[in-house]
């Protein structure tokens, strides 16, 4: 059957909460009018599946309610949603509710639903009864999320957070408790030294026992620099053993002089000078 929705009537009614609010029925009066493709009101019992999307076009449903049985009479039907899968939705954004009818394809476009004037009424009560609790000291209004209600909690109570109140004595506070339990325990000890109270530690307790705690002008020699320092031969009165090489006349204060036998040697200036 090839339908057409003509015209509708829609009414909301929800609840989010406690006191005002758990009068209010989870439910959405849905009214219609259904034709066929040639403009010819519907009568007969059909099937209708309603389903509520977060956009006017395109994704997925979020909830979904298929209802057989429905009558129509000239083109008119009336449904009660969410009697056969609840309305568990917040309602605190915009929702589209999309028809089909038998084996169909959904209709469109799909309808933006909108408060009805008591369900406004409704909201503001509800509001006003949750600024109306009266909480006793140390305790906060907390919101749990699992049943939609406010209420006075304690503490770290559940659901509640660990912001609640500080009385007594700061030991009992459940939240500083867990806070605290994440420290390091003063019975613990680092080298035997426990973690309590002013903690010295030793050159030894940080793998340097062996250094001496002296500035750089006062370090000594080392035993390893004064065995290869005694290799050395002094300068003032040195003596060798072995081969020795690379030593120059010039290094020993006879740059002038040539390396020529005594036979070999010439006659000096100076010499024939004074034959002349």
């Known amino acids: 059957m090839k339908t057409l929705i003509t015209s509708m009537i829609m009414a909301v009614l929800f609840v989010g909460g406690q006191n005002a609010w758990s009068a209010v029925p989870r439910t959405i009066t849905y009214q219609g009018y259904l034709n066929t493709v040639n403009n ?9 599946t309603f389903s509520l999307y977060e956009n006017d076009t395109g994704g997925s449903s979020i909830w979904t309610e298929s209802q057989s049985g429905v009558t129509v009479v000239k083109g008119v039907y009336s449904v009660l949603l969410g009697k056969s899968n609840a309305l568990n939705l917040d309602f605190d ?6 028809v089909k009818v038998g084996t169909d394809s959904e209709m469109t476009p799909r309808y933006e639903l909108s408060a009805a004037p008591y369900a406004f009424r409704t909201m503001n009560a509800a509001t006003a009864d949750m600024l109306s609790i009266a909480c006793n000291d140390g305790q906060v ?3 749990t999320a699992t049943s ?5 909690v304690t503490g770290a109570a559940s659901g509640a957070g ?4 500080i009385t ?4 009992n506070q459940a939240d500083l408790t867990t806070a605290l339990a994440e420290k390091v325990n003063t019975t613990t000890t680092v080298n035997g030294y426990g973690l309590s109270g002013s903690v010295t530690l030793a050159a030894g307790d940080v793998g340097l026992g062996n250094v001496n705690n002296t500035s750089d002008l006062n370090k000594p020699v080392s035993t390893a620099t004064l065995e290869a320092l005694s290799q050395k031969a002094p300068l003032n009165n040195p003596t060798f053993t072995g081969t020795v090489s690379g030593v120059t006349k010039t290094m020993v204060g006879l740059g002038n002089v040539d390396n020529t036998s005594d036979l070999s040697k010439p006659v000096s200036t100076a010499t024939l000078t004074a034959l002349s």
Do not use: F, H, R
């Open 40 to 48: 010819v009101a519907v009568n007969g019992s059909v099937q209708m």
């Open 93 to 98: 954004k915009v929702y589209y509710l999309g």
């Open 141 to 143: 209004l907390g919101y």
């Open 148 to 152: 939609k209600t406010w209420g006075c």
């Open 162 to 165: 660990t912001w609640g109140g």
């Open 168 to 171: 007594g004595n700061l030991s």
